[in-house]
Nanobody
Framework: VQLQASGGGLVQPGGSLRLSCAAS????????MAWYRQSPGKQRELVAS???????NIAGSVKGRFTISRNNDINAIYLQMNSLKPEDTAVYYC???????????????????WGQGTEVTVSS
């Protein structure tokens, strides 16, 4: 299973970015999909998550500014980030919780897979 994140970059305070993450490989089904971020010297933290049923969990620090969505047809997750602040500067990682399929056999347990991260810098 591979996850490819994209969409990061340099943006001024108040600006917007849209992150994308596409999952591929031996995926049978995906339950939750999520975005995390990690700033220098800080622990990785959950930004937003969304289950297959659409149940969302949004961090208080980004609520009202960030929107998470997913496209189950193409195993993709998105993070629309508006009104960005300097404190949003971080490397953003996508994560999925999935069951895999190999040689026609579906795994009996769920696995977490992480993307490589995409850097977001908010600065004037």
């Amino acid at each position: 299973v591979q996850l490819q994140a994209s969409g990061g970059g340099l943006v001024q305070p108040g600006g917007s970015l849209r992150l994308s993450c596409a999952a591929s490989g031996s995926i049978f089904e995906i339950d939750s999909m999520a975005w995390y971020r990690q700033s220098p010297g800080k622990q990785r933290e959950l930004v937003a998550s969304i289950t297959i049923s659409g149940l969302q969990n949004i961090a208080g620090s980004v609520k009202g500014r960030f929107t998470i969505s997913r496209n189950n047809d193409i195993n993709a997750i998105y993070l629309q980030m508006n009104s960005l602040k300097p404190e949003d500067t971080a490397v953003y990682y996508c994560k999925i919780n999935t069951r895999t399929i190999e040689d026609g056999i579906v795994s009996g347990r769920w696995y977490d897979y992480w993307g490589q991260g995409t850097e977001v810098t908010v600065s004037s």
